[in-house]
């Protein structure tokens, strides 16, 4: 058997889809195991699981580095290779005409609990970090450290919608409330935008008349523990590559997009 890979989770809350990835592992449903969970959060129950579980943790505290930030804006250190205007031109998670402001504080104060994050990193080399419910949207600063081997991603995320429909932080209750006679979940590499990246697998379920928002959730749920799973150990058998695709509509406008190619298993 190949080796297993080594997988970095990241979480905000309960830590569910950790919990599913966990047990994936330890049945050898994943080729892998889990190295350590960070949070931003230090009340993340997530972090008390694993740390059952003898999993390294760690905290970085994105709200008080904001929340400091924003006391005293002129005493804090940026990383060494921190550069501004490049995170800036590369990011799209905020428009052009958002206030000038608010770009600034996102992009620097993320910086800041990003290189921190790196940091707490470095004693546990990882294969892939996975994104379980970690309500933190990730900028190029941080990518680009992560992301270092073309075509071959290593940040992996779930959303709960059928993307690219719904991106952002309540894809179930979006689905519900537009009307949707289907929901789902989504399983994505991460790129510089929110919940734009190349789709990695989806599942979908029924939405009946009678379905609360509750009972969305957890159908969506139940379908996220057996895709997230299955998604990482397509990488775990290295079938997973991300190609640039070129299409032109019927208008002649051509466009790309980065697409996931999913390799056979080797025989």
Known sequence: MKRKIKIGVLVSGSGTNMDAIISACAEEKINGEVIFVGSDNPAAKGLEKAAQKKIP????????????FKTD???HFFPDDFDFEDIKIKQSLLSNETDAQKVSTFIETRAIAEAAFLEQMKPYPFDLLVLAGFMRNLTPYFIDRVNTASGK???????PALLPAFPGVDGYGDTFRYGCKVGGCTVHFIDYGEDSGPIIGQRCFPIEATDTIDDVKQKGLALE??????????????????VKMTYTDNHGKISQRNVVKIAQIDQ
């Open 225 to 242: 523990y057996q895709l997230y799973p299955q998604c990482i150990q397509l990488f775990a058998q290295n079938r997973l590559t991300v």
């Open 153 to 159: 991603p290593k940040i992996m995320n779930i959303h």
């Open 57 to 68: 943790t760690f905290v970085v505290d994105y709200a008080e580095i904001i929340r400091n």
């Open 73 to 75: 804006p002129e005493n």
